[in-house]
């Protein structure tokens, strides 16, 4: 239920995706686990300003878990895709033929259905969000309640994106229902001149055939409007919608709190839907709307997981009628970007930059007739360690070739989904990736010793016991970063694409 003015209803939020991005093995919870998180403990807020740029928020701090600090309500997120997205991502790609990087036309649709700019019609992975906006501006309407909902989530996880199609879908509910459509007037607050420039906006919309009236400022007029039955009687309901609002935050948060407090006024018409990518917003600078129990209802984006990020990279590829990447590589590249931020403009650049190194690579060299012209896992480890250089890729790619195997073949093993192992269990996946490449492996011994040594780095961590063989083993570090380390060096793409 939004929280209405005038209600008093409780408030509450909605974690659709509480913002967890994935982090660290040891520190991460489950980075794979798509949906279904209800979380209602407390957690440390993240940082909620910007002061650079609002799109940093969120960023700096991938590794934090964060939720509302109230009441949080899980949703079903996400469309289930246990089905193993990377197998059906296999069979969808390879049923086209191959496309030619050296024609231009080809080239620049490729380019095209990759750009950041390029919306698709119905965005994947976002169905549920888009969903409980609609509803709640639709329930305000009904009841021409004022009411306010404040989105927030990390940069690139398709909160603005969804605003585009929530409209398109009220529209469509309009239509179907004969239901009154609320003047929208879309604002990105980083284009406003002066903070308080939103409220000038603000009532031109919503008094447009009204003279200005330049004794009373345009705040003031509209608290006036919306405090007496009379004034507000006739006046449609409104929907505003504020992107990038934590410029207000770091700008003005006076302006925050009167634009929030408007949904509060009596006889209020306003639908007010804040975008942002500050968890705590609400929690931080608007204690007033909490005091009133007027606080805004909270829908936050959960950094978007492997799955995800293959599912819709996949969407947008699909409108080609050729396979431009292995699947392997699109599989890399959603795996790192999952691992550190899960941000889609991210995963989007990345690729389009590993199609421009396979185009390099076709203008400058000629031995590489023999190989395919998909963009292959190389080219985007290549444009992966230009996106991320994490100093852990540069140790692991450093390391002797025998540990980088040991470690090799601890991915291997945990891609099963197993969360530890022993020693003795390592030495056979071990064995078997030196045997499926022709190198001698070393013995049981030495490899306790290498686990040890990687144990030093921080690497593995090892459990105690007498016998060497049955120690445990975990990784330390993300599987994502040894993959994307030692993708790059060709010995091992053969062995973890086997
Ligand atoms: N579900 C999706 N399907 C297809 N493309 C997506 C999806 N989510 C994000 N994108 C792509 O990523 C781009 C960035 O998404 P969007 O602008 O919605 O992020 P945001 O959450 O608003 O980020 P910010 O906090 O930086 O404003 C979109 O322009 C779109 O190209
Ligand atoms: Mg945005």
Redesign the pocket.
């Known amino acids: 239920m939004p929280s209405i003015a005038g209600v008093r209803s409780s408030p509450m939020s909605i974690v659709g995706a509480d913002v967890s991005s994935p982090q660290k093995r040891r520190l991460r919870s489950n980075s794979d686990l798509v949906d279904d998180t209800v979380i209602s403990t407390p957690s440390k807020p993240c940082s909620p300003l910007k002061t650079k740029s609002?799109?940093r928020c969120?960023d700096d701090s991938p590794n934090r878990r964060r939720t509302n600090v109230n009441e949080t309500v899980a949703i079903d997120n996400i469309p289930k895709m246990r089905k193993s997205p990377k197998k059906k991502l296999l069979d969808s790609f390879l049923d086209k033929p191959i496309w030619n990087p050296t024609d231009s036309e080809q080239l620049s649709a490729v380019k095209e259905a990759l750009?950041?700019?390029?919306?698709?019609s119905m965005?994947?992975?976002?169905e549920v969000e888009q969903k409980r906006i609609v509803e709640f501006c639709r329930q305000c309407v009904e009841q021409e309640k004022a009411g306010s909902l404040y989105v927030c989530?990390?940069?690139?996880?398709?909160?603005?994106?969804?605003m585009e199609n929530v409209n398109k879908s009220l529209a469509v509910w309009a239509k179907e229902t004969g239901g009154e459509l609320p003047e929208v007037l879309t604002i990105n607050c980083t284009s406003l001149s002066t903070t308080s420039e939103i409220f000038n906006k603000i009532l031109e919309n919503s008094q447009p055939h009204k003279k200005v009236n330049n004794r009373s400022t345009p705040l003031r007029q509209i608290q006036q409007l919306y405090s007496q039955k009379q004034q507000s009687t006739g006046t449609k309901m409104m929907l505003v919608i504020a992107?990038?609002l934590d410029y207000l935050i770091t700008k003005d948060r006076v302006v925050l709190h009167d634009l929030f407090m408007l949904t509060t006024l009596p006889f209020s018409k306003l639908i007010l839907i804040g975008?942002?990518?500050a968890i705590d917003l609400a929690d931080r600078f608007l204690p007033k709307l909490q005091s009133l129990n007027c606080k805004p209802m909270v829908l936050s984006?959960r950094a978007?997981s492997m799955d995800?990020i293959i599912m819709?990279l996949k969407?947008?590829l699909m409108a080609l009628s050729y396979t431009v990447f292995q699947p392997q590589a699109l599989e890399l590249c959603a795996r790192k970007v999952a691992a550190s931020s899960g941000?889609?403009?991210k995963a989007?650049g990345i690729c389009r930059a590993a199609i421009e190194r396979l185009e390099t690579e076709l203008r400058d060299d000629t031995c590489t007739s023999n190989l395919t012209s998909m963009v292959r896992v190389d080219h985007m480890a290549i444009a992966l360690s230009r996106a991320y250089k994490s100093p852990i890729v540069d140790t692991i790619q450093s390391l002797p070739q025998h540990q980088q195997i040991v470690l090799c073949s601890a991915v291997k093993l945990f891609r099963k989904g197993k969360k530890d192992t022993t020693i003795g269990e390592l030495n056979q996946f071990y064995i078997d990736v030196c045997k499926s490449s022709l190198i001698p492996p070393v013995g049981i011994m030495e490899l306790s010793c290498m686990c040890r040594v990687l144990g030093d780095q921080g690497i593995l961590k090892l459990g105690q016991s007498r016998d060497d063989k049955l120690k445990r083993v975990t990784l330390q570090i993300d599987e994502a970063d040894i993959i994307f380390a030692l993708q790059g060096i060709r010995f091992f793409a053969a062995v973890f694409s086997k």
């Open positions: 609002p799109r969120c750009h950041v700019s390029t919306a698709p965005p994947v992975c976002r989530g990390c940069p690139g996880t398709g909160k603005s994106l969804s992107d990038e975008i942002a990518n984006f978007y995800q819709i969407q947008r941000d889609m403009r989007l």
